[in-house]
């Protein structure tokens, strides 16, 4: 089975502070992906990967970068985390030409 | 760009009841079009799929028919269980490249009771 893992379940952080999420997936997916789900706006994207060093921006790339140095880890970074930036995050990955996305169990943050 | 449509929920029905959650799309081309569903807890997982105009996606009693004339993909289920309560996400993709994203609808939250 494709096993996407995420770094935390729920975690909470203090205004200003650097946060990282981490994605970890065991399948050799070559396409790595970031969502926030909130309530009323549905899953949208951050930002995706489809290779190690390569990401492109998502629809709402603003205050997060990301990192991929390996092809199984893709993370997320929040530079200075802000109370707007509370969220669920879900990490997914797929195979390069395949439609089918991969989740993991999502972390929900919470930046106070 | 792209977007997706999906009735507004709750949606709360009673046991063996008949399920039909609404999606419409908008896109170029002929996008692949996906439902996926969120279990209390965890992440979201894929449900059924439809790659082209005509086809039937089904899994676990699910359907949904990619009707292109009407740009919708509705959700069907004849006799829903309690285990069905979840978060349903219609969803598109228009692949080829870097486009294997999937652009997600708000999603619909079914509750069933026993």
């Known amino acids: 089975d494709v096993k996407v893992t995420q770094s935390s379940r729920y975690l909470v952080k203090r205004t200003g502070e650097k946060v990282f999420l981490e994605c970890v997936q065991d399948m050799d997916h070559e396409n790595m992906f970031w969502y926030r789900q909130d309530p009323g706006l549905g899953l949208r994207l951050i930002y995706f990967s489809y290779d190690v060093k390569m990401k492109e921006k998502g629809d709402i790339p603003e205050g997060y970068s990301v990192s991929r140095e390996k092809k199984e880890r893709f993370s997320l970074i929040l530079e200075s985390a802000s109370t707007n930036q509370t969220s669920m995050y879900l990490c997914?990955?797929?195979?390069?030409?395949?439609?089918?996305?991969?989740f993991g169990p999502g972390t929900r943050l919470t930046v106070t | 760009g792209d977007s997706v449509t999906q009735m507004e929920g709750p949606v709360t029905l009673s046991e063996e009841a008949f399920l039909t959650i609404n999606c419409t799309y908008t896109a170029t081309g002929y996008p692949s079009l996906f439902w996926y569903v969120q279990y209390p807890g965890e992440g979201l997982q894929l449900l059924l799929k439809a790659t082209k105009a005509d086809d039937k996606g089904s899994n676990k009693g699910f359907e949904a028919t990619y009707r292109k004339e009407t740009t919708s993909f509705h959700l069907e289920k004849g006799s829903v269980q309690v285990s069905d309560s979840a978060v349903y996400f219609c969803?598109?993709?228009?692949?080829?490249?870097?486009?294997?994203?999937?652009?997600f609808g708000k999603g619909t939250l079914l509750t069933v009771n026993p």
């Open positions: 997914a990955s797929s195979f390069g030409n395949s439609y089918e996305q991969y």
């Open positions: 969803a598109l993709s228009r692949g080829g490249g870097s486009n294997y994203k999937l652009t």
